[in-house]
């Protein structure tokens, strides 16, 4: 199984790419190879000399084909963000191993699930601040945790990944913030599974509910 982990920074939400990382790992998430470079967002930014000698990002992908054109499982913290810049330069099908619904699933009533604070609450490595490989570095380093806690190895998050939320996991925004999803009043629920901009796995949990 041919395991990718990756990270992007951007100059938007929508597009920009300054900044990329990727590491090839195994099963037991122990890194074989890595990459890193900042990147040509061919937008304006801040320092704009930062970037001026760097790739494109399709410079840089088209020099990187491997393996990014042979992987078979793309591992990230919010994963689904950083895919939609590269998607373009990955295989047709691939699966995803995201550490933040991994870490939804298993610490629910954690203070939040962004990767810097799961890095502090349990001794994570950490890479350069404000840099795409420290991001690469803390989540393989949060993946192995997660491995640790639950006794497994990639294959094993694969199939966590299937697993809906739990309705213990308490919700972090809105009228009922912090409240748990068991507890939430139904007409709420059916608000948020129809009409709410919220994340596939809660609204798979929030529907399991109905």
């Not at 790739?55 to 078979?72: C, K, N, Q, W």
């Not at 925004?173 to 912090?178: A, D, I, R, V």
């Amino acid at each position: 199984m041919r395991i990718l982990v990756l990270d992007t920074e951007t100059a938007s939400l929508t597009h920009g790419v300054v900044d990329i990382a990727l590491a090839c790992v195994d099963e037991d998430f122990q890194v074989y190879w890595k990459i890193e470079s900042l990147i040509d967002p061919e937008c304006e930014i801040s320092p704009q000399e930062m970037v001026w000698d760097q790739p494109t990002l399709e410079e840089f992908m088209r020099a990187h084909r491997y393996p990014l054109s042979d992987v078979d499982v793309i591992v990230g913290h919010k994963i689904d963000f950083d895919i939609r810049f590269v998607r373009d330069y990955l295989p047709e099908r691939f699966e995803v191993i995201d550490t933040l619904k991994l870490s939804r699933h298993l610490w629910p009533d954690a203070e939040n699930h962004k990767l810097q604070t799961l890095r502090y609450t349990f001794g994570l490595d950490a890479g350069s601040a404000h840099r795409a490989m420290g991001d690469v570095i803390t989540t393989i380093s949060l993946a192995r945790h997660i491995c640790e806690e639950v006794g497994t190895d990639a294959q094993g998050l694969l199939q966590l990944m299937n697993a809906p939320l739990p309705l213990t996991t308490r919700i972090k925004f809105g009228k009922h913030k912090g409240e748990r999803l068991c507890d939430l009043p139904l007409n709420y629920v059916r608000w948020l599974v129809d009409k709410a901009d919220i994340e596939p796995d809660l609204r798979e949990a929030l529907a399991a509910r109905l």
